[in-house]
Every structure is written in C-alpha cells, then in structure tokens.
C-alpha cells in the first residue's frame, strides 16, 4: 500500500524526472527531437486490452507499456507509451488524497519545466469525476501538451498524467481518446462479513 506521500512523489519524479534528466545534455536533447520524429499513427482498430484487480482499459495496438522502468509495478505505477514521445502514466494508491492537492503537485512541477505554460482546468477523465488541468508550453525547445488528472473513487487514489508534443497530436489523437475512454475503475474485492444476529437477542 502506497502511503500519501509516495503517492505524490513518484508521479513527481518518474515523470518530471525524465525530462530534468534528458534535459541535462546536449545529447539528451537531440533524442527527444528523434524521438518525436519517429511518431506514427495509433492503431486502435485491434486495441490491446489491459485488465487488473482493480481496473481495465484500451490502447492502441502499436502502443506499449514501459516494463523495463524501474517504478513498474502493472497495479500501482505504469506508463504506456507511443512509438513517438506521447505517453499516458498512471499511479494508483490505497490510501485517500485529496485531488486538489494531488492535481496542484502535477501543476508545480510541469511549471517549471514549461516556458510560459498556458493552465485550463478540467472536471472528468472519461467517465471518472475528479480534478484535472491541461498545460500547454515548451519542454526543451518542443511545444508539448500535458493533461494532468487526480481524484479518489472505489477506494482508491488515482493520478493520470498524459503527454505529447503538439506536431504529433494529429498521429496520437485517437490513441489518447481510446485509453480515457476505456478506462474503468472496479469496486475492491474486499470480502465484509455480515453482522450476526446476537444468540441471546429477544431473550
């Protein structure tokens, strides 16, 4: 089980993280340019189906999940990613966070990295209420898109954190919409015992 702060701190740092670390060389710099050069179109006529315990959702069939990441864990933390540099990463967590705050922590740290980031909030990923902001600036000279979510349902804390470079959005489009729309959170399987009668009751 994930307490609150882990929660917080590894969507902060897995994602953030990777940008600040690429960010630190010319070489990494270069890569993300070929990275975002070798986008293709999502294929979504054959989706791949994930399902766990807790959740279930759809992605493109040319898409992935990043199974060599160090954080991977398929019921806590995961990213799936495009052929490009589009990916969707998902956090889960047992204990209960606010969204406001969890969302705010996203904000923050994407600030930072964005050149003058334009902030639009919003209220559902797909079917799932909860807290989300879209932010639109420039990571290293590439215009991006990130679309930030946060909220508490069925007994667990979930984050959401997408992301493309806007050249690609046309190749990614569908992609995205396939994912946020399958994506389904379940009641926990937690077994409750009935309460039993007291024997001594109208006695």
Request: aromatic share 10%; glycine share 8%.
């Amino acid at each position: 089980m994930l307490i609150v702060a882990v929660i917080v701190s590894l969507m902060a740092g897995g994602v953030i993280g990777f940008f600040l670390g690429i960010a630190s060389t010319k070489a990494g710099a270069r890569s993300l340019s070929d990275i975002v050069e070798q986008e293709a179109p999502a294929k979504t006529d054959n989706p791949t189906r994930l399902v766990r315990d807790r959740f279930e959702l759809l992605y493109p069939a040319n898409w992935t999940m990043d199974v060599v990441d160090e954080d991977y864990d398929p019921d806590q933390m995961f990213a799936i990613e495009s052929p490009g540099a589009a990916f969707v990463m998902f956090v889960f967590g047992d204990m209960e966070t606010d969204p406001v705050e969890s969302l705010q922590t996203q904000i923050d740290g994407f600030s930072k990295l964005m050149a003058e980031s334009a902030i639009q909030p919003f209220e559902n990923y797909g079917k799932l209420p909860g807290k989300g902001a879209v932010l639109q600036g420039r990571i290293l000279g590439t215009k991006v898109t990130v679309k930030a979510f946060a909220c508490y349902s069925q007994g667990m804390t979930v984050i959401i954190v997408q992301q493309y470079p806007d050249k690609d959005f046309r190749y990614v489009k569908d992609g995205l919409i396939l994912i946020e729309e399958s994506f389904v959170l379940k009641p926990s399987k937690q077994e409750h015992t009935p309460n039993k009668p007291d024997s001594g009751a109208g006695l």
